[in-house]
């Protein structure tokens, strides 16, 4: 079975995100072994260009196996794309890490680190929000992969 991981810049703090994070990794578990990995947000106080490099060195500590980053300059695929995407690289690979970046994003290591980089599309999401669309596609892209009713 496949290890899937998010890998989030910051932590959920309201109930009502973890709850339905909480929801898609449950439903996810037939399918997957599933984590959220968070490392800390750095301080706001400090220059943007500090916060990236330090949310750099943690993002990196925690990649395993094949790195995709979510950013907004990455492609735009389709559901049923990203169910291809990772159909294939789970067939030379065990473990896929999606990364979410701080609200600086990533810095350019993390960037050349990675082997993709998808977007939602050119809109913002706040990264609450972000995290709960990347687990749902998750979720959607495995129930297309095996032909389920959820996605229609």
Known sequence: MITINLLCVG???EKFWVDAQNE??????KFCKF????VEEKNVASSPKDILQKEQKLILD?????CILFDVNGQQISS???????QKLSLT?????FII????????GVKNAVAKKLSFGKITLPHNLARIVAIEQIYRAFNI????????
């Open 93 to 97: 690979s065990s473990e896929i890490t």
């Open 145 to 152: 992969a095996n032909k389920t009713s959820y996605h229609k």
């Open 101 to 108: 970046g701080g609200s600086y994003g990533v810095g350019d």
């Open 62 to 66: 925690k990649c395993k196996g094949c």
């Open 35 to 38: 984590n959220v990995i968070e």
């Open 11 to 13: 932590n959920l703090k």
């Open 24 to 29: 898609y990794i449950k439903r996810l578990q």
């Open 80 to 86: 049923e794309d990203l169910s291809v995407l990772i």
